[in-house]
């Protein structure tokens, strides 16, 4: 029998009650006691004792009301507590401030386990290295995990020390993970945290033709090529056409092709024996991958064979790269260009989208104000010097230059020197497949967004490249450097 009794704040209230216990010769089980309450387990009772019981109790004075209750607090507190601890799918370890293993959950045990299935009783069985005990401590006082060595291969360890209600130290929880799943993991994102089309900001005609024709293509079961310049939002369209595809709600894994080793990048793209890759663990999302021509020959090879020979459901494949893949070459393997290059997305420059250059500095600033509890604004000279930029680095490098720009603008108010834009620009153009008069006016293009920068004006610039006047005013036209021409 379970009860919860409630009752006044009473010096001896409690051992009025177990007397009442006693008498009626009901084995006391459990006992808990807080401010006004006193919760309690006997063996069990028929009903005329349980009644009997409770009536009793409640000629107690100072007891204000007896029921009966399916569980004791402390004991479904304990009861959950278990629960989550078994279902964490990473090994946990409970130790005591004597070093000793006080508890284990289930992958622990698993994990942990020597020849006769039994988990060590001593932390230190645990380790194989030496400075176990600092990289505990290490990791306990930092709440950073750690590499460390284990009977069962290097883990990252994670320590949460445990206290006494009262504040004193009772030991520690020690949570252990993989770390090749750890990597894995943070390569992963469920759809329903994906961004759509809403996180995409624009006001030019040219962005939106392209949001237009992602919508057309985002729900085609085929590859998907991005192609732009680095920083031009390659990835949020990534993510956009995701949300966009009936496999909206299922798992979206980015894989960058530029920081991933190539051995690394084999297992985690294809598995081994132990374990499976993310292309068949995620056969029902999308897989995204970014700077895809510097995959290594090996496993674009592996890719290629892997797209070609399975039929059942899989991964849809969506990459990005700087140009269309036909375009590298040797560097890239002709039988997944041709497995990849259905479909494609052409990602504007932010030079070829001046247009989206102020609203995208607002949103920026925007985010930056709210997150850092500023109310920082833009010039109208800061605003025109954005638009009259080349923007190399795209939209990340003009995120990157307002942030710098907050750090250092006085009165709340970003003005051009603060932008730091006067540096030099790359003014390589992308010739390959081009006539040579489309070529020189790629390359004379590039060369006038360079020097504009530094002179815009149409008489200073002429000055400095040492023709005229009017030649440069109308090479500005043509180019459509700026709209307004200073003469």
Known sequence: MKLAITTENKLGITDDVLSVIRAQQADLIKLEVGDGKIFLQTQELDKSAQGTMASLLMKIPGVKWVNQIDVLPMVEQQNMLHSLLESI????????????????????????????????????????CEDWQEKINAAGSSHLPVMIATTAGKMLLDVQATQSPEGQMTGAMLHFRNQQKVMASGMVMQGAEIEGLDALVYRSQLFEQLLQRAKSVAAVEAPLCLIGEAGTGKTLLAHACHKLSERKNRLFTSVDCQTVKAEAL???????????????????????????????????????????TRHEKKARIIISSAKRLHQYGN????????????LRLDVPALRDRKEDIE????????????????????????????NRHYWPGNVS?????????????????????????????????????????????????????????????????????????TTIAQKINKYQLN?????
């Open 397 to 469: 490098q003009l995120r990157n230059s307002l942030y710098k720009a907050m750090m250092v603008a006085k009165d709340d108010l970003i003005t051009p020197a603060d932008l730091e834009l006067d540096s030099g620009v790359s003014i390589e153009a992308e010739l390959e497949g081009l006539t040579l008069p489309e070529a020189v006016n790629e390359f004379e293009k590039h060369f006038l967004q360079h020097w504009y920068q530094k002179y815009p004006s149409s008489r200073k610039l002429a000055a400095q490249l040492g023709v005229s006047h």
């Open 483 to 487: 709209q307004t021409v200073e003469i």
């Open 359 to 386: 609203a995208l500095a607002v949103r920026f600033l925007q985010q930056f104000n709210e997150q850092m509890g500023k109310q920082v604004s833009l010039s109208v000279d800061a605003v025109s010097r954005m």
């Open 266 to 308: 084999e297992q985690l793209l294809f598995g081994n024996k132990h374990k499976l890759g993310v292309l068949e663990l995620n056969e029902t999302g999308t897989v995204f991958f970014s700077h895809i021509e510097l995959m290594s020959e090996h496993v674009q090879q592996k890719l290629n064979h892997f797209l070609s």
């Open 331 to 342: 560097q890239m393997n002709s039988g997944l260009v041709n497995q990849l290059d259905i």
């Open 89 to 128: 799918p990473d090994p946990v370890l409970g130790i005591n401030t004597k070093g000793q293993i006080a508890y284990t959950n289930k992958q622990a045990q698993q994990m942990f386990a020597t020849e006769n299935n039994k988990v060590p009783s001593k932390m230190k069985e645990i380790f194989c």
